[in-house]
């Protein structure tokens, strides 16, 4: 993963003290191929350093794999890296989970949370993650959850991450961002598109410090609104679902969304009556 303030400071150490920690990789079919120390393979080409220190991990790329994920804690890879390598273990050398489990002698869930990540990324995201344009913190615990909560689909977390990557937002700011791209009006989300970020970050935050101002009463019910507006969302996605078979559950769900209908007409009529007097 790139990281261009790091490899600033990393250059510096390497142009004084050389590089102390070899890089890794295996060796197979007359090819070297490198495993771990990317950053420091860029900043000996910079300082046109032509030989570096290289740890052999075997000879098969599968097997240097599993090694370099064996000491994974030791090495501090990220949980993105740990995906990475784990999805080129199934779809480039054909692993199951279970043998990669074993090998790690890691769980099963432990390899699968990992493969599920890379799963269900894009690769416009995988390469703003790798490339050190997007903050993998900001994908891995504020953009996951609008995917599994709100339903956010990918083209929209493509194009929120686009719009964003490489302008040195602080991870706070792109939660703020986040929420009202995905959770606000399609007047924010085109004043984003066009360019307006700051103009974005300034509204949201206003509107936060005006929540900060109500009482404890008024918070309660903006939450409540926040609340009904998601799963009103999600709902509506689930309901289109076709896997749902069984009999047992159409005739509870029958039951509930008869109840939900009668609830129907007062709180449309409510909602209106609110909307019209906060407006």
């Not at 495993?35 to 052999?56: N, S």
């Not at 993650?129 to 689909?153: C, D, H, V």
Request: aromatic share 8%.
């Amino acid at each position: 993963m790139k990281s261009c303030g790091y490899e600033k400071i990393l250059m510096g150490s390497i142009a004084e003290q050389g590089i102390r920690d070899p890089l890794q990789g295996v060796d197979t079919h007359g090819a070297r191929i490198l495993l771990d120390g990317f950053k420091r393979y860029r900043c000996a080409k910079r300082l046109g350093i032509g030989i570096v220190p290289y740890r052999l991990l075997g000879t098969d790329e599968a097997g240097g794999i599993i090694s370099l994920l064996r000491i994974s804690n030791a090495k501090s890879l990220s949980i993105l890296e740990q995906a990475t390598l784990i999805d080129e273990l199934m779809h480039e050398h054909g692993m199951s989970n279970g043998e990669i489990a074993g090998n790690l002698e890691k769980s099963k869930s432990w390899v699968s949370v990992r493969a599920g990540i890379i799963g269900e990324m894009s690769e416009c995201v995988r390469k703003k993650l790798l490339g050190g344009q997007f903050p993998t913190y900001s994908y891995m615990y504020t953009l996951r959850q609008f995917i599994r909560i709100n339903r956010a689909t990918k083209k929209e977390v493509d194009e929120f991450v686009t719009l964003v990557s490489g302008k040195h937002l602080s991870i706070r700011n792109i939660e703020v961002l986040a929420n009202g791209f995905f959770k606000g009006s399609e007047e924010f989300r085109q004043q984003i598109r066009s360019g307006n970020i700051s103009w974005g970050l300034s509204r949201l935050k206003e509107s936060s410090a005006h929540t900060t101002a109500c009482s404890e009463l008024e918070r309660s019910m903006l939450k409540d609104l926040e609340i009904t507006q998601g799963y009103l969302q999600r709902v509506t996605c689930k309901s289109r679902d076709l896997r749902f078979k069984t009999s047992s559950f159409y005739s509870q769900a029958h039951l509930l969304l008869g109840g939900i209908l009668r609830q129907l007409p007062a709180f449309t009529r409510a909602i209106g009556a609110f909307h019209d007097r906060s407006g």
